[in-house]
């Protein structure tokens, strides 16, 4: 008897399992020319994108032609737009931590953080686009390049408290403590409190729990959980505010590995999980997380516990399509701003619900 019931779980186990890993795929509207720039500028490589409380946008984008040597460039632009996507001015110029700007998020106060993964700089601009904070510090014109210590097989760095190494994101919990994911060296989150001091740190480089293999996004939900896009484990981590694990989340959903990547050549043995390059939290009556990945491209709808509700999207060159999704804003839980970092643009995705798309590919309303 016992055994039949233990065999009951292990088929209730497997029966959830499949529930899961096939969520509905939702109906959408894409628009790529939402952000009107003036007719000499083009995007870039477009990292990030982040909205005020005005409904302003500012977008992270790194130009071709901005100077520097073809290897090493410093490459940023912080372009602002209204509402309406009508394109405003620059800011941020010249401000000596941009250097390689790889994420920008706009905190309750509506401050701009920007997180430099070339200078480990994190900066706070006020809503008058000063810069009124540094973390980190930039360091004096290095001669050799960080990954060259890799590739050599030299050992991880060691950590130092206050400082980044190849930094990538940012995010703030209900007490206005900072929370940095440190990122492609050091492979850590530092916790510093609302007036930049040094609190404390977790995480090395692996693939245990609690430790990261790039920690490339951040963000934290009205409870107070912590959430890490571990982007090289294909998971993302959840932790509570001293860095103590909680679970990970995994997107496991079924995808048609025999299809050509947008970037590359196929490969063989791809694995089920997707690696997780975003993090995106609601903030309507009901959180939800919306998260991207590389390949096959989606991007992601779920439930603060990990399960993912729906899902849309896939890689390619094409409208509607996406090419490295490198940041998300979600003002609501119809309606995303992506950073479609290689396909030089920013998508403006309305959602539909209401709207699923069937196995054949036509949309049914529910």
């Known amino acids: 008897m016992r055994g039949l019931r233990l065999l009951w779980v292990a088929v209730l186990g497997m029966a959830a399992g499949m529930a899961q890993s096939s969520p509905p795929e939702i109906a959408f509207d894409?628009?790529?020319?939402?952000?009107?720039l003036p007719s000499d500028m083009n995007f870039g490589e477009v990292l990030g994108i982040a909205i005020n409380s005005k409904g302003q946008f500012v977008v992270l984008n790194h130009p071709g032609t901005y100077g520097g040597p073809v290897f090493g460039a410093a490459s940023t632009q912080l372009l602002l737009f209204d509402e309406n996507g009508k394109y405003l001015h620059?800011?941020?110029?010249?401000?000596?931590?941009?250097?390689?700007a790889h994420s920008v998020r706009f905190d309750k106060y509506d401050n701009?953080?920007?997180?430099?993964?070339?200078?480990?700089?994190?900066?706070?601009?006020?809503?008058?686009f000063r810069v009124t904070m540094n973390l980190g510090r930039r360091e004096e014109g290095p001669d050799e390049h960080h990954y060259i210590e890799f590739a050599r097989g030299d050992a991880p760095?060691?950590?130092?408290?206050?400082?980044?190494r190849g930094?990538?994101?940012?995010?703030?919990?209900?007490?206005?403590?900072?929370?940095?994911s440190d990122g492609y060296f050091n492979s850590r989150v530092a916790k510093f409190d609302k007036h930049g001091y040094w609190i404390r740190s977790w995480g090395s480089r692996g693939n245990q729990p609690g430790q990261f293999n790039t920690p490339h996004n951040i963000g934290v939900d009205r409870q107070n959980n912590i959430y890490v896009a571990d982007r090289g484990n294909r998971r993302i981590q959840v932790f509570d505010t001293d860095g103590k694990?909680?679970?990970?989340?995994?997107?496991?959903?079924?995808?048609d590995k025999s299809r050509h990547p947008v970037l590359g050549n196929l490969a063989p043995n791809r694995p089920d999980e997707t690696q997780p390059w975003t993090i995106c939290i609601t903030n309507g009556l009901t959180q939800y997380l919306f998260t991207s990945d590389q390949e096959p491209g989606r991007i992601y709808k779920l439930?603060?516990?990990g399960k993912i509700l729906a899902m849309f999207g896939e890689s390619g060159h094409e409208v509607g399509q996406f090419n490295w999704v490198h940041a998300l804003a979600c003002p609501s839980e119809s309606l995303?701003?992506?950073?479609?970092?290689?396909?030089?643009?920013?998508q403006r995705v309305t959602l539909h619900s209401e709207r699923k798309i069937t196995s054949a590919g036509a949309a049914v309303t529910r």
């Not at 894409?30 to 009107?36: G, V």
């Open 245 to 255: 694990y909680l679970r990970s989340i995994v997107l496991n959903a079924p995808y």
């Open 336 to 346: 995303l701003y992506v950073a479609d970092m290689n396909n030089w643009r920013v």
């Open 303 to 305: 439930s603060l516990d």
């Open 90 to 100: 620059e800011i941020g110029r010249g401000v000596y931590g941009l250097g390689y």
């Open 112 to 128: 701009l953080w920007v997180v430099d993964k070339a200078t480990n700089s994190v900066m706070r601009f006020n809503p008058s």
């Open 157 to 164: 760095p060691q950590h130092v408290d206050g400082e980044f």
């Open 30 to 36: 894409p628009n790529p020319d939402f952000f009107k």
């Open 167 to 180: 930094s990538t994101d940012v995010a703030w919990d209900s007490a206005d403590n900072i929370y940095v």
